[in-house]
């Protein structure tokens, strides 16, 4: 257990310090070193150059090397120099090669490489910085170091270490120097370097700063493996002089000491322990990882101290152990002195050979080494020898002993106040507290995020609220504008009113300031309007809302009995047809009652009246085809009723029953129609004004509701007898009107008459035709017209007939047209023969002039009397008879009026005069 702990860095192999690499130079055995010398072993000019990379090179947590060891000659002294003058120096240097060679005689030696090879040249300073700086630096930075010398005694050990250079500084030893440079390194105000100074003999530490203090015990720590002595006296040191002072104090008490104990310097072994202890700000190489990359662990420097060690050991002379065991009380001395140092020796070989036990428990010596040799130490170990070939055994063993600590590897190990399971906790205690950290941010966030939210949402409503603020406003603003410009366009209104009705008014100088005012009223007028057109509109708007929700509703119900609806349509139909019949029925109901109760009236009438039962026989002045006098007392009882069905029914609808597919309808449609312009012609009769204006607006109403071209119409493509025949008398009827006659010849109606005239064989049909022709043959203005469209001998073939009715209308229409045309010539517009001669109507009138039937005669003597009168007719009139008949109605006429109006013709015709003359007739 103590080798390897000892072998591993005094960690208890818990660090993995453990040394197991091989030795790379291993010149142990002098007889074979020559043929096994390497040259490409390249450590020793490493120890020349004062930097701890070169005396080991870094890895891992440790820094793996070896125990470095020069060997320094002694210059001959003075006894040397006399004893020795005929001999050679025992050893030769190659300091160049670093080698040393033992002369074993005078022709053979052995050959020793070292990490440095001094010769007894070798300056104290130079000696310092290959053997002592680097260790010294290592220190500075944090590593326990060693510094040793071994040798016989008197061969500069304690001057290579020791020397306090007082009287000269080029002598200082390594401890002066050492302590200079630690001095010079570290800072005052933060660290601190103190040191203790003890002598080891016998087996018992001596305080060498106090020396009552007697067999200080040497501690260890058991977990890290420092070794400590509690007891010992430690001095802080300040500067430089109160060290040297403190080693000088030393020695005296060194010096006292031997000599109280009646012994030698060279028999002890002299110890100076240099504690140093440095702060600084770090922590960065303890959290690197294996990699040696800054772990992410990486944090704040914090103040570190760390402590290292130096300890320079001047041992005691080496010589000892072989020259022991002659005196009682040396040879107790000497195996003490070989005690320690054999058990260094035993150990450093142990080491060197990677023994499993290393015996660091055997001697005082080595149990304080412990921490500082070897191991977890830097260590430089430097051999003195002598020139003197009289002690060339003590010399070989010294070289040989240098020679085995060279094999001894240790592996560097920096001190810190710390552990990894400290720093463990610590990291631990860091953790938990980032952990909460970072809970106690998480939760921040989180509420930070919410709290961001609702203030968003609060930013929003309020925007939104601020927004709809704005739009109410803008929106009562822009109403405002609106009620303002309409107010300014009203009063801009009123005023162009006012100035507009100025300007009239000056225009017409009247007088008068009511425009202005109406207009503003007018205005206020128009606006009420105006509002209740849109309450109104509003109201409508509803129901065609309610509407449209029913017929929604309706629709959806609909959607499943469209059969339904579709019958009930067809039903429906059905009935509106219905209705349409009933209605035509009670229209021809009421206008055959009319008609019943019409003629019935006039009968009555007529019998009161002593008629001759020909109620259209009636003939007076008027062209009427119905006049009659007994007519007249009946019009006010009829009035009422046809007004009445006028109203009820309405023209438009009498007229569209013309053309109904009906001919029952028809028929009864086109009598109406017929009665209504019949009336026309008994309010004319009647002779009173309003009554007058009333029939002619409703003869007016039926032709500007085409009533007369409907009848026309009927005229021309009805076979049926009775339609044509109250046609025509509709058509006669409104032919007594002068506009009516000339818009039923626009019409070509006297063609239509014609056609009916010809082919029509009811005489009361050819009396109606007759009659509206002859109504036609009144107007001065369609004379010609009449006769080129064959009006007049329609007329002549109505003849046919027979029926003095039908007579009597034609020869009223002869006589109307002969009346024309005496007044156009007497106006001497005509000139020419008469159109009725042309046409072939003077035999019928000769033939008819002496009728029986009384109308027709008076018509006829009427129109003799106007063909009379003018001259061009009489020789056609002597030549077809016709003046005869006018000497005979000038004689016979039972009208007085009728006579005269003869005889004054026949005398004022020349033509007539000298036919009567010739004919001798006596007039
Ligand atoms: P040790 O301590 O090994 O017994 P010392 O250091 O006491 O030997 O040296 C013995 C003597 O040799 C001293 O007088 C010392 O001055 C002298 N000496 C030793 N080494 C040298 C040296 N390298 N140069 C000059 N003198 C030396
Ligand atoms: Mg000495």
């Not at 005078?106 to 260790?135: G, I």
């Not at 001057?159 to 002066?176: H, N, S, Y």
């Not at 440095?278 to 959290?287: A, V």
């Not at 055994?393 to 190990?413: C, D, H, P, W, Y």
């Amino acid at each position: 257990m103590a080798s390897s702990a000892y072998r591993n860095g005094a960690h208890g192999g818990s660090s993995g310090m453990k040394v197991d690499r091989p030795v790379q130079v291993a010149n142990i055995k002098s007889s074979s070193f020559k043929s096994r010398l390497t040259p490409s072993h390249s450590s020793g000019s490493a120890l020349r150059r004062s930097s701890p990379a070169s005396f080991a090179s870094k890895d891992g947590d440790g820094v793996p090397g070896r125990v470095r060891v020069a060997v320094r000659l002694r210059p001959r002294n003075a006894e040397e120099l006399a004893a020795d003058a005929d001999f050679a120096d025992c050893v030769e240097l190659q300091p160049e090669l670093k080698r040393l060679k033992l002369r074993k005689n005078n022709w053979d030696s052995d050959t020793y490489e070292f990490d440095e090879v001094l010769t007894e040249f070798a300056s104290q300073k130079r000696v310092y910085e290959v053997v002592a700086k680097p260790v010294v630096e290592s220190v500075l930075d944090g590593y326990n170091g060693t510094v040793m010398a071994y040798g016989q005694t008197g061969t500069g050990k304690t001057f290579t270490l020791g020397r306090l250079g007082e009287q000269d500084t080029a002598d200082r030893g390594i401890m002066v120097r050492s302590m200079e440079d630690i001095l010079a390194e570290i800072s005052p105000e933060t660290d601190s370097v103190s040191v203790s100074y003890l002598q080891l003999y016998m087996e018992a530490l001596q305080d060498l700063l106090n020396p009552a203090n007697d067999n200080i015990p040497i501690v260890e720590d058991p977990k890290i493996g420092d070794v400590s002595l509690p007891r010992a006296t430690l001095v802080e040191i300040r500067d430089q002089q109160s060290f040297v002072e403190l080693l000088r104090i030393g020695e005296t008490h060194r010096i006292a000491a031997n000599t109280k104990l009646n012994t030698e310097s060279s028999r002890s072994h002299a110890i100076l322990m240099v504690h140093v202890k440095r702060s600084f700000m770090g922590g960065d190489n303890i959290y690197s990882n294996e990699n040696g990359d800054i772990s992410h662990l990486a944090k704040p420097l914090k103040p570190l101290v760390r402590k290292s060690k130096l300890v320079v050991v001047d041992l005691a002379g080496s010589e000892r152990i072989h020259k022991s065991g002659s005196e009682g009380h040396m040879l107790e001395e000497a195996k003490s002195i070989n005690l320690s140092l054999s058990a260094l020796g035993k150990c450093i070989n142990a080491l060197a050979e990677n023994s499993a036990h290393v015996p660091i428990r055997d001697s005082k010596l080595t149990r304080l080494l412990r921490d500082s040799f070897g191991g977890t130490a830097r260590t430089s170990l430097i051999v003195t020898i002598g020139p003197s070939p009289r002690h060339r055994g003590e010399t070989t063993s010294t070289i040989l002993f240098g020679q085995r600590a060279m094999k001894v590897e240790n592996m560097l190990k920096i001190k810190e106040e710390f552990d990894y399971k400290s720093l463990s906790r610590r990291l631990e205690v860091q953790l938990d507290k980032l952990i909460a950290e970072n809970e106690r941010q998480q939760k921040a966030f989180e509420d930070e995020v919410e709290r961001i939210n609702i203030e968003a949402e609060n930013r929003v409503s309020e925007v939104e609220r601020s927004f709809a603020d704005a739009l109410e406003k803008e929106r009562l603003k822009c109403q405002m504008d609106y009620m303002e410009s309409v107010k300014q366009l009203e009063e801009k209104l009123v005023l162009n009113q006012q100035q507009r009705d100025f300007d009239v008014f000056t225009d017409s100088n009247c007088i008068g300031q009511g425009p202005g005012l109406s207009a503003a009223e007018e205005l206020v007028e128009l606006k009420k309007l105006l509002e209740k057109e849109i309450k109104l509109r509003k109201v409508a708007e509803e129901e065609v809302k309610i509407c449209k929700r029913q017929q929604g509703q309706d629709r959806q119900s609909e959607a499943g009995g469209s059969v339904e609806v579709l019958k009930l349509h067809k039903i429906l139909e059905n009935e509106a047809h219905q209705k349409k019949k009933l209605e035509e029925e009670i229209i021809i109901l009421r206008s055959q009652l009319l008609q019943l109760t019409f003629e019935a009236d006039q009968m009555k009438r007529y019998l009161d009246g002593g008629g001759s039962g020909n109620a259209y026989t009636g003939l007076d002045s008027s062209m009427s085809p119905f006049r009659h006098p007994q007519l007249k007392d009946a019009v006010n009882g009829q009035k009422a009723s046809i007004a009445t069905l006028f109203e009820q029914v309405g023209l438009q609808k009498i007229l569209a029953l013309l053309e109904s597919d009906d001919a029952n309808v028809r028929i009864h449609a086109v009598k109406v129609v017929a009665n209504l312009a019949a009336e026309a012609s008994q309010f004319l009769k009647n002779n009173e004004g309003s009554q007058i204006y009333i029939s002619k607006a409703n003869q007016k109403k039926i032709v500007e509701a085409g009533g007369l071209t409907s009848l026309l119409v009927l005229l021309r493509s009805f076979e049926d007898e009775t339609v044509r025949r109250v046609a025509a008398g509709a058509i006669a009827n409104l032919a007594m009107n002068e506009a009516n006659q000339e818009l039923i010849m626009a019409e070509g109606g006297i063609s239509l008459l014609s056609m009916t005239a010809a082919d029509a064989e009811d005489p009361q049909t050819l009396r109606m035709v007759a009659g509206a022709i002859a109504n036609l043959c009144g107007n001065d203005k369609l004379r010609m017209k009449l006769k080129s469209e064959g009006g007049i001998k329609a007329l002549l073939g109505i003849v046919r007939c027979g029926h003095p009715d039908v007579l009597s209308q034609v020869a009223r229409g002869i006589a109307n047209f002969a009346k024309c045309e005496s007044r156009a010539s007497t106006q001497g517009t005509n000139s020419s023969r008469s159109l009725l001669i042309e046409d072939g109507a003077l035999p019928w009138i000769v033939q008819n002039a002496n009728d029986e039937a009384a109308p027709i005669r008076r018509h006829i003597e009427l129109a003799l009397c106007h063909l009379a009168q003018h001259e061009v007719n009489a020789k056609d009139m002597i030549s077809g008879g016709a003046l005869w008949e006018l000497v005979r109605i000038s004689r016979d006429c039972s009208r007085e009026d009728i006579r005269s109006l003869a005889r004054r013709t026949l005398i004022s015709s020349p033509t007539f005069r000298s036919e009567l003359r010739r004919l001798r007739i006596e007039y």
